[in-house]
Every structure is written in C-alpha cells, then in structure tokens.
C-alpha cells in the first residue's frame, strides 16, 4: 500500500502514518482589532496554499485506501474519518489474522520437519499422514 500511495506523491504515505494536516485559522487582526462578522463571531484567516496542498494529501490517501478496501471489510472501516485511522482499524485486522496464523503455523512445522514412518505402517497410511500435515501448511499459507 506505501508504494501505491507514494505514486500519487512522496508526501501522500505521510498522512497514512502521521495523521491528517489540521490547518490552523488565526482570526483575522485588523488595526489592533480582531476583525468580527455580522455575527460577532471573529473572521479567520483563509487557509495557506500550504494547508489547502495538505488537506488535498490527507482527502487522496484517505480515497485511495478507502477504494482500496474489500467490499466485505468495508463496513468496518465506514466510520473511520482519516486514512491514518483507516490503517490502524485494517493492520489490527489483518495482524490479528496473522498471529493466529502463526499458532496454527507452529505446529504444523513441528509435524512436518518431525515427520517418519511408523513402524509396522503402510506406506498408504504414512503418505495419507503426511499429506493431512501438508494440507495444514497450506492451510496456513506457507505452501
């Protein structure tokens, strides 16, 4: 995923792990008074070329890892407000996949590197054996 964000820009991937840019308005200093509009609310300044090229960053990598998302998984990041928060929802998914992966994985590599026939046992019953173990492999994704 960095790398296809990074073609969009080099700064894009920075909003996927940072955060987004939050622009910060100052309100608006006019003669030693703070400028206010009709509803006495004091005015901001607009954003800077700078804030704009950033939000515009975060609106692309939010996009891209929005579009990105199985259509299954896609409800489970539906509230997500940032690409940074987009991320995290999916790598605790997805690494919480893999660990139990790596449960699974343990013994099934114990099995296999442990493997001989037993005595008085077929040649049918080992080969039926070791494809069950090779099965479980991948099972886990390792063949």
Request: aromatic share 8%; with cysteine; glycine share 6%.
């Amino acid at each position: 995923m960095e790398r296809y964000l990074r073609r969009h820009g080099r700064d894009i991937w920075k909003y996927v792990e940072e955060g987004p840019h939050i622009s910060v308005l100052t309100p608006v200093q006019t003669l030693g008074a703070t400028a206010r509009l009709a509803g006495g609310e004091p005015a901001l300044n607009r954003p800077t070329k700078d804030d704009l090229d950033k939000m515009e960053n975060d609106a692309i990598s939010f996009y891209e890892i929005s579009c990105g998302v199985a259509p299954d998984n896609f409800d489970i990041i539906i509230n997500c407000k940032s690409a940074k928060e987009i991320w995290d929802v999916l790598k605790n998914l997805y690494e919480g996949i893999e660990q139990a992966q790596d449960k699974k994985l343990t013994p099934a590599l114990n099995e296999f590197n442990n493997f001989k026939a037993h005595a008085g046992e077929s040649l049918e019953d080992s080969f039926k054996r070791f494809n069950l173990i090779v099965t479980k492999l991948s099972n886990v994704g390792t063949i």
